[in-house]
């Protein structure tokens, strides 16, 4: 059960796009579409932002996306805003478990 | 609305037990996987444990497995963690989460909990 590859740190300014990876193996990422994204500030409770690779929750903003390639999960944001600062973790089904992805901070400068 | 409701965390030694309810409401509990997830202090999420909508089916990390023990009764709309022989590094946050889909176990989870702190240290 080894965690999800992710950077630990992307940035970029007030309306730029940026992209978060998350690399597993074909045991996890490559082998199912239930890769999902969340979002956690500070003392909060992760936030689900995309499921099922490319699925958005309602009331979750049309500038984040998901997509998926080999056993490669990304989650992009566009229009980048203030309120995207934060924690962002992606998470894949496993076989019989689910695995995270050790996290990225996301600045905004 | 949807709300997920944890409690029984506390600050116990190495070695002893503790128990961890998720009150649930606002949806039909009994339709749904349900999820525990936890984070040390200052690290990421770490998926801990699932159960199955009818509760049949039972799953664990690997670091848990045969000293926590998932459970559900959805008469009470309850999810409960049993945690026996308690590591200093299970210390965490406990956060109960649901499926997004009824009947899935897919582990994209669409409503959480607040958390309930765990704390193990002598």
């Known amino acids: 059960q080894s965690a999800l590859t992710q950077p630990a740190s992307v940035s970029g300014s007030p309306g730029q796009s940026i992209t978060i990876s998350c690399t597993g193996t074909?045991?996890?990422?490559?082998?199912?579409?239930?890769v999902s994204w969340y979002q956690q500030h500070p003392g909060k409770a992760p936030k689900l932002m995309t499921y099922e690779v490319n699925k958005r929750p309602s009331g979750v903003s049309n500038r984040f996306s998901g997509s998926k390639s080999g056993n490669t999960a990304s989650l992009t944001i566009s229009g980048l805003q203030a309120d995207d600062e934060g924690y962002y973790y992606c998470c894949s089904l496993a076989g019989s478990n689910w695995v995270f992805g050790g996290g990225t901070k996301v600045t905004v400068l | 609305q949807v709300q997920l409701v944890e409690s029984g965390g506390d600050v116990v030694q190495p070695g002893t037990s503790l128990s961890l309810s998720c009150a649930a409401s606002g949806f039909t509990f009994r339709s749904y996987g349900t999820h525990w997830v936890r984070q040390a202090p200052g690290k990421g999420l770490e998926w801990v444990a699932m159960?199955?909508?009818?509760?049949?089916?039972?799953y664990y990390a690997d670091s848990v497995k045969g000293r926590f023990t998932i459970s559900r009764d959805n008469s009470k709309n309850r999810l409960y963690m049993q945690m026996n022989s308690l590591r200093v590094e299970d210390t965490a946050v406990y956060y109960c989460?649901?499926?997004?889909?009824?009947?899935?176990?897919?582990?994209?989870?669409?409503?959480w909990g607040q958390g309930t702190l765990v704390t193990v240290s002598s």
């Open positions: 989460a649901k499926e997004v889909r009824p009947y899935s176990n897919s582990g994209n989870l669409d409503y």
């Open positions: 159960i199955s909508f009818d509760g049949t089916n039972k």
């Open positions: 074909s045991s996890d990422v490559g082998n199912y579409n239930f």
